[in-house]
């Protein structure tokens, strides 16, 4: 299947490892133009290496809007236009809520809510003007089920979504398609950090994060050209609810 990917100017974020990394690959193979970003130079140097010459690396803090806007602008210059941006970031610590503090808040809200709108407004009105964009976030499966003893990823990662429904309806009607992608237990650093019971998965394993990454290299395609507020769950059948 062609994808229709190829000439394509994509942006993702968080790409150094893991799941980021993961996507900015499978864009890489289908032919689109890669501008990735990530806060530590060494392992983005080295995933921007994998991916080739044609890749724009930078190292940007997507808690800080200027250094958002500065990372879409660079890309602008570089490729001309943005195509399709995957927002992504890590992920709060596991705590319960009496264990976390209103700074724990603060940090959760700023990485993964904060983060995903300062990307949606540096590039939406650019996919606006020119009629044609694919914004893709990465969240988890918690933002249909919650995970114990992941209250602040459960709420800040919910937040996202709702930014999604409510981006996808506004910008429909210029062919800018805004999706949330909901990853269950991957084998990443992250991972390493949880207790994971297999048994509670259906399938009976844990993700590799090429297989997360294929679904968004799908929805950021000209195949996915009527889904739209979509939340994608790719977790081996972990969520139990309809």
Same mark, same amino acid.
Not at 51 to 64: C, K, M, N, P, W
Not at 202 to 221: C, D, K, Q, W
């Given at each position: 299947?062609?994808?229709?990917?190829?000439?394509?100017?994509?942006?993702?974020?968080?790409?150094? @490892?893991?799941?980021?990394?993961? /996507?900015?690959?499978?864009?890489?193979?289908?032919?689109?133009?890669?501008?990735?970003?990530?806060?530590?130079? +060494?392992?983005?140097?080295?995933?921007?290496?994998?991916?080739?010459?044609?890749?724009? &690396?930078?190292?940007?803090? /997507?808690?800080?809007?200027?250094?958002?806007?500065?990372? $879409?602008?660079?890309?602008?210059?570089?490729?001309?236009?943005?195509?399709?941006?995957?927002?992504?970031?890590?992920?709060?610590?596991?705590?319960?809520?009496?264990?976390?503090?209103?700074?724990?808040?603060?940090?959760?809200? +700023?990485? =993964?809510?904060?983060?995903?709108?300062?990307?949606?407004?540096?590039?939406?009105?650019?996919? @606006?003007?020119?009629?044609?964009?694919?914004?893709?976030?990465?969240?988890?499966?918690?933002?249909?089920?919650? /995970?114990?003893?992941?209250?602040?990823? !459960?709420?800040?990662?919910? &937040?996202?979504?709702?930014?999604?429904?409510?981006?996808? !309806?506004? *910008?429909?009607? *210029?062919? /800018?398609?805004?999706? =949330?992608?909901?990853?269950?237990?991957?084998?990443?650093?992250?991972?390493?950090?949880? @207790?994971?019971?297999?048994? +509670?998965?259906?399938?009976?394993?844990?993700?590799?994060?090429?297989?997360? &990454? !294929?679904?968004?290299?799908?929805?950021?395609?000209?195949? &996915?050209? *009527? $889904?739209?507020?979509?939340?994608?769950?790719?977790?081996?059948?972990?969520?139990?609810?309809?």
């Amino acid at each position: 299947m062609d994808l229709g990917l190829a000439g394509r100017v994509a942006v993702v974020a968080a790409a150094s @490892k893991g799941l980021g990394k993961a /996507v900015a690959l499978g864009l890489a193979a289908e032919g689109a133009k890669l501008a990735i970003c990530a806060r530590g130079r +060494e392992e983005l140097t080295h995933t921007a290496a994998q991916i080739g010459s044609d890749v724009l &690396a930078e190292t940007v803090d /997507v808690t800080v809007e200027s250094q958002v806007e500065a990372f $879409i602008g660079a890309v602008v210059r570089r490729f001309g236009r943005i195509d399709v941006c995957v927002t992504n970031a890590g992920g709060p610590p596991a705590k319960r809520f009496e264990e976390t503090s209103m700074e724990d808040w603060r940090a959760a809200v +700023e990485m =993964n809510f904060m983060s995903t709108l300062h990307f949606a407004r540096a590039v939406l009105p650019r996919m @606006k003007e020119q009629h044609w964009g694919r914004l893709i976030t990465l969240t988890s499966m918690a933002v249909l089920q919650p /995970v114990h003893g992941l209250i602040l990823s !459960n709420a800040a990662r919910t &937040a996202v979504r709702g930014l999604v429904k409510s981006l996808s !309806n506004e *910008y429909a009607p *210029y062919n /800018v398609l805004v999706n =949330n992608v909901c990853p269950g237990y991957t084998a990443t650093e992250r991972l390493k950090k949880l @207790k994971v019971d297999t048994s +509670e998965i259906a399938l009976g394993r844990i993700a590799a994060p090429e297989e997360i &990454a !294929n679904a968004v290299v799908f929805l950021a395609s000209e195949r &996915a050209s *009527y $889904i739209t507020g979509a939340s994608v769950v790719v977790d081996g059948g972990w969520t139990k609810a309809l």
